[in-house]
């Protein structure tokens, strides 16, 4: 079988253009460039074509659909209107329409009633708003791009939305080091075209990519697809700046590879989805850019064939394989029928997109070649393309990008995001169809194959208490009898909050909420998420 290139269709989703540039001092002498004007795109709705218009359904309020309590906090007063508007003067929004957009998640899930937002540009902004909102008891939700996908970027109730979009400022970069110092709120597409230019990459790459946070990402502790060969952020990550709840600013945001002195406190914040403090600025540590990058796009005839396939690829690829991505044939009909995709080998079972990053294009093109030809020879593969320029390179990447957005088109979905063994991987897919059977519209199944990561997803008409009945807690349960976490890059947020006693014993979250305590006392920041309530 010969491998084919494919042909020209649409480029990626979320692309964001760089935007304009500026530099000027601030404070001491070290130097910020801004990435990106605040074009409104701070609405992730608007970004995404989602419409407020009466064409589309209201979002059910959240404590309408989910048992959940408000807690006594303060509501906000004209004194605390004024007092922000100090702070940060001609950056508090309150009216009703431009609050729509920050008050519901871009999956349309969860609709809270926040009635005011806030918008600072520094650290010392977060620390005054913190400050005073600490001092009248009143919630507050930090909000990045707002592209999460468990309930954790959105008020529940009336909590005060504090909004990172304005602090995206990049504050330094060492171009022999390759680390990176920026403000939480920079997008994340804007940084790794930044970095780029001077042969770099961000060690992190999402499919929301255009609309997210850099600081969002390192809440969420965000996996995506470049974990396989750069790992998770609480690696690469070498330093943060947070306020706590009572406005302390912590300055942690070293710049060193090697600092053992004492506990790591970065990690305390790292995935802990701004319940425990707003993080305002990251240093990071950046990958040199490849020289080289391929993609190959395969049809597999079962998900034995898929596990093998990775196997051999590991083998025989080595050090320059950067991604493996695998889909189910549920996902190709979605991506072709909503967002007309065109697949490029024949209609197989399973499909797998291979990444290799190095230094010497045509060794490496050579090397992924002749893999390929013995994977085909030997019936591991069906069919297969591949591609070196960036335009096909992106064309292929479209397939595996945008499932997420061809499913938010097929109607509401129910979403889960596992690790687990990986011969284990598409077991639950398959006891899943069978346990919904016709209630469902589509079960699918894809994913970080490369990191036992899967996202089962689940479509309906509309939503519907007796399917959620049916998948929970069977999905949660059933990970946990595989020693598997029911969370394995999205985070727990709101809507999962209720099943971290599946992955965690009980003396660990103990002690999370113990550390709760401790660095949030009254319980003001992010309240309704990540850990399960209290009795």
């Known amino acids: 079988m010969v491998l084919h290139l494919v042909p020209r269709c649409s480029a990626r989703l979320f692309w964001a253009s760089p935007g304009w540039r500026r530099t000027y001092t601030q404070g001491t002498s070290v130097g910020l460039t801004s990435l990106g004007c605040p074009r409104h795109r701070h609405s992730p709705m608007a970004r995404r074509g989602y419409s407020s218009a009466s064409g589309s359904p209201e979002v059910m309020l959240t404590p309408e659909r989910y048992p959940v309590q408000r807690l006594p906090f303060s509501t906000v007063s004209e004194e ?52 005073h909102c600490y001092k009248r008891n009143l919630a507050v939700n930090p909000q990045g791009g707002n592209t999460g996908l468990v309930g954790g970027s959105v008020p529940v109730f009336d909590e005060v939305i504090l909004s990172t979009a304005l602090m995206n400022q990049v504050i330094s970069f060492h171009d022999v080091s390759g680390i990176l110092v920026c403000q939480a709120g920079c997008v994340l597409e804007d940084l790794n075209a930044y970095v780029q230019e001077r042969d770099f990459v961000m060690p992190l790459d999402l499919g929301a990519k255009g609309s997210c946070h850099i600081g969002g990402n390192v809440a969420t502790n965000a996996g995506g697809l470049r974990f396989l060969r ?67 796009f395969l049809g597999c005839p079962g998900f034995a064939e898929v596990l093998q396939t990775f196997s051999t690829c590991k083998g025989m690829l080595g050090e320059i ?56 020879n030997s019936g591991l593969v069906s069919d297969g393309t591949m591609a070196t320029d960036q335009r096909k390179i992106q064309t292929l990447w479209a397939l595996r990008e945008r499932i997420t957005e061809a499913l938010s088109r097929d109607g509401c979905v129910f979403k889960y995001d596992i690790s687990l063994p990986v011969e284990r991987l598409y077991d639950l897919v398959i006891d899943v169809r069978a346990r919904l059977g016709p209630r469902a519209k589509h079960v699918v199944g894809y994913g970080h194959l490369g990191d036992g990561n899967l996202h089962l997803n689940v479509t ?56 709760k305590v401790l660095l949030d006392p009254k319980g003001i920041l992010n309240p309704y998420k990540t850990l399960p309530a209290r009795a």
């Open 460 to 515: 309906a008409e509309a939503f519907s208490q007796e399917l959620l009945g049916a998948l929970e807690p069977y999905v949660y349960s059933w990970t946990a009898e595989q020693r598997g976490s029911v969370s394995a890059e999205h985070g727990l947020g709101f809507k999962k909050k209720n099943v971290l006693g599946y992955s965690k014993p009980p003396e660990a979250m103990k002690l999370m909420q113990q550390l």
């Open 80 to 131: 605390d209107l004024a007092a922000f508007e100090r702070i940060v003067p001609g950056r508090v929004v309150t009216d009703p329409e431009q609050l729509e957009a920050y008050n519901v998640d871009w999956l349309r899930s969860v609709r809270g009633c926040s009635k005011v937002l806030l918008r600072p540009q520094t650290s010392e902004e977060v620390s005054q708003i913190l400050r």
């Open 321 to 376: 394989l950067s991604a493996f991505e695998f889909m189910d044939s549920e996902c190709m009909q979605l991506v072709r029928q909503h967002l007309h995709l065109t697949n490029p080998v024949q209609e197989s079972p399973f499909y797998v997109l291979v990444e290799t990053s190095g230094s010497s294009a045509a060794h490496d093109a050579e090397k992924l070649t002749s893999v390929l030809e013995q994977m085909l």
């Open 230 to 296: 750069y790992g998770s952020l609480r690696g690469t990550v070498l330093g943060l700046e947070v306020v706590l709840a009572d406005g302390t600013i912590l300055n942690c945001l070293t710049s060193l590879r090697k600092d053992n002195t004492g506990y790591d406190l970065k990690q305390l914040f790292i995935g802990s989805e701004g319940t425990l403090g707003v993080i305002t600025a990251v240093s990071i540590l950046c990958p040199p850019r490849p020289k080289a990058v391929n993609v190959a």
